[in-house]
């Protein structure tokens, strides 16, 4: 098959002496070579702590239950941590949200791209920085060599953004980790970081797997998109099936709430009642408390992520 990644019965919970949540509820997927896979919903519904179980920085507190990641012919959730260490920023980087939190502030922003190249290369001094100069221009910064010199605060915020993107593809990762890369940013900025990305995933061939609450701007980059509730999947189809034949009621929901031109400013129309956290294994729909067509079996049995037409799956006993 194409698939790069394989994310197999990825289950991920955290524990203290008082409770226990379960973030990631057996979750499978796959990423494709150069597809773009959007992970969407709310916050605390475990996309977020999915893509750091791939990029293996998973807090302490976390506690892995089940689950395995293929990765060209090797399970890299179950390797040694130096292991995941030549992976991590080689073949899979990571993009965040706040750049000046990630960046480095003493150090030129030229200097912390040549640092992630370093690294994991043997490069001499002229070399590194003739392709560091390559990077920033690459990333739409421009006049190189001025940049190379600023230090993060001095450039602006979409600018760091983009000198982020610089480190994360400095060494042409196979997968690019984007977790609302651009919700900081304000929606002019917004659109240029996605066309950055998209020009990227076009050259590198790198596959993207971008994390949005968003279902808006994952329209604008994802070839397919998986929805996920209270730590489990309960929607996966393409970008064109899932937007124009939505098949779970929460899907609905959030389509509903993407922002309109015409809204603009006001506030968003948001989903009543909140995510539940789920402590163990359950015989109910996690979404029922919310749902507007509940019927009794919802409160019986929980749905499994069922085919419901080619490619498109859904965990609903009603659509
Ligand atoms: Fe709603 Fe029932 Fe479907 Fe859950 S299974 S989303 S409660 S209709």
């Known amino acids: 098959s194409n698939s790069l990644f394989s994310i197999e019965n990825l289950t991920i919970s955290f524990e203290n002496e008082k409770k226990k949540i379960i973030a990631v509820n057996d979750v499978s997927f796959d990423i494709g070579k150069s597809e773009i896979v959007g992970l969407v919903g709310e916050s605390g519904c475990g996309k977020t702590v999915t893509s750091l179980g791939i990029i293996g920085l998973l807090p302490n507190s976390a506690n892995i239950n089940s689950g395995k990641i293929h990765y060209n012919g090797k399970d890299i959730l179950n390797i040694k941590e130096d292991e995941k260490r030549k992976i991590?920023?080689?073949?899979?980087?990571?993009i965040f949200q706040e750049p000046?939190?990630?960046?480095?502030?003493?150090w030129k922003c030229g200097n912390q791209i040549g640092e992630a190249i370093k690294l994991h290369n043997k490069?001499?001094?002229k070399d590194l920085k003739s392709r560091v100069l390559k990077i920033i221009k690459n990333v739409g910064l421009p006049n190189p060599e001025t940049i190379y010199s600023k230090y993060p605060h001095e450039l602006s915020g979409g600018q760091r953004q983009r000198v982020m993107i610089g480190i994360a593809i400095a060494n042409h990762p196979?997968?690019?980790?984007?977790?609302?890369?651009t919700t900081a940013l304000?929606?002019?900025?917004?659109?240029?970081?996605?066309?950055?990305l998209k020009k990227i995933n076009e050259e590198e061939k790198s596959s993207i797997l971008f994390i949005s609450h968003d279902l808006g701007v994952i329209n604008d980059i994802a070839d397919r998109v998986i929805v996920m509730y209270a730590g489990f999947i309960v929607e996966i189809a393409s970008r064109g099936d899932l937007y124009s034949e939505p098949?779970?009621?929460?899907?609905l929901k959030l389509l509903q709430s993407i922002p309109l031109p015409e809204k603009k400013g006001k506030e968003l129309e948001s989903i009543p009642g909140i995510v539940p956290r789920i402590e163990s294994h359950i015989d109910y729909c996690p979404f029922v408390d919310r749902c507007s067509i509940?019927?009794?079996?919802?409160?019986?049995?929980?749905?499994?992520?069922?085919?419901k037409s080619d490619k498109h799956f859904a965990r609903c006993h009603l659509t």
């Not at 000046?100 to 003493?106: D, F, G, K, R, V």
């Not at 196979?174 to 890369?181: C, K, M, R, Y």
């Open 88 to 94: 991590r920023g080689k073949e899979i980087s990571m």
């Open 100 to 106: 000046m939190t990630s960046l480095n502030p003493l």
């Open 123 to 125: 490069i001499d001094k």
């Open 174 to 181: 196979d997968l690019i980790i984007a977790d609302e890369p």
């Open 186 to 196: 304000d929606v002019t900025i917004q659109s240029q970081i996605l066309e950055l």
């Open 247 to 251: 098949k779970h009621p929460y899907t």
């Open 294 to 307: 509940a019927k009794e079996i919802c409160r019986e049995k929980l749905p499994l992520l069922e085919e």
